[in-house]
């Protein structure tokens, strides 16, 4: 008898928490837009200017994408002459939230038609999001038309549309 409460208490230990893994829905409430341009300055060794716009949508499935296009310009060492990188790129990634924060990791980097900014360019200008492998985390507030605010530290908050009031 002992035997059998053992085995028995054995498989659901086991077995029970992959049922309730697999009981969850993948789905989430979450089905978002972002966009939000940008005109950033940078003053290194050479000025650059990054100008743009980023769009992003949020899946209730946890995946989401997001397009980068616009322009780096760079001020050369003469300081007369500007080279303009043409940037064109779709990062695919995955999230889950953690209560109010939104954890996002990037998978996947593709140029797309056009971009031809140089790697080495990329690496130390390029948003982290749009590098392979980047962890990122987004504080979010619900507002009360199911729209979102999306909080960065050190960067501006963005608004986000619920798909649900996109029209």
Known sequence: MKKKAVVSLFITLNIAPWLA?????PKSELDLYCQVPFNIRIEKQQSVRLQGAIKTHYYADRSAISFISGN?????????????????????FTWYMNQNYLHSITHEVHPA???????????????????????????????????????????????????????
């Open 113 to 167: 038609f056009g971009d031809n900014l140089p790697h080495s360019l990329a690496e130390a200008y390029l948003f982290p999001t749009y590098k392979v492998q980047h962890r990122d985390y987004y504080q979010l507030s619900r507002l009360a038309n199911d729209d979102v605010i999306v909080s960065v530290a050190g960067m501006p908050r963005l608004y986000c549309h619920s798909q649900t009031n996109v029209g």
């Open 72 to 92: 780096l310009v760079q001020l050369q060492e003469d300081g007369s002459t500007e080279a303009i990188w043409r940037i064109n790129r779709r990062a695919e």
């Open 21 to 25: 893994l697999f009981a969850l829905s």
